[in-house]
């Protein structure tokens, strides 16, 4: 079964935890695994620390300086950054659920990443049933 839900972002470079989205998604009981993915390539999803505000905003400044906007490249719409960032943290994560609950670690949320926005994005996800 597929669901959609959008984002909408603020800034171009914003990392929004999405956890509660996708966990709304899941009926109570629900045994199997969930794949969440944006269909976007300029885009991403990742798993990391939730509780503290300050590791979304350390890896949107590291990625930032790693791949900075103005770089030497060669893509003519201005956004080559934003595809490398994307590709580098992929487009997708794969979530166990049991019980009608994401699996997570204690410390862990599940987040959308824009790097070319801001913009309005689809995220997809597809549940699986044991």
């Not at 914003?14 to 629900?30: K, N, R, S």
């Amino acid at each position: 079964m597929k669901k959609t839900f959008q984002i909408k972002t603020d800034k171009r470079i914003q990392t929004t935890d999405i956890t509660a989205m996708v966990q709304d998604l899941i009926d109570p009981g629900y045994e199997g695994i969930c794949v969440v993915y944006t269909p976007h390539t300029t885009t991403a999803i990742g798993i990391n620390e939730g509780a503290d505000p300050d590791v979304a905003s350390d890896i949107e400044r590291t990625l930032a300086n790693l791949f900075p906007k103005d770089g030497d490249y060669r893509h003519f719409e201005g956004n080559s950054d934003s595809h490398l960032k994307s590709i580098l943290t992929g487009p997708s994560e794969t979530i166990i659920i049991e019980n009608g609950k994401l699996v997570l670690g204690q410390w862990q949320s599940i987040y959308f990443c824009e790097f070319d926005g801001p913009r309005t994005r689809n995220v997809y996800v597809r549940l699986l049933a044991d």
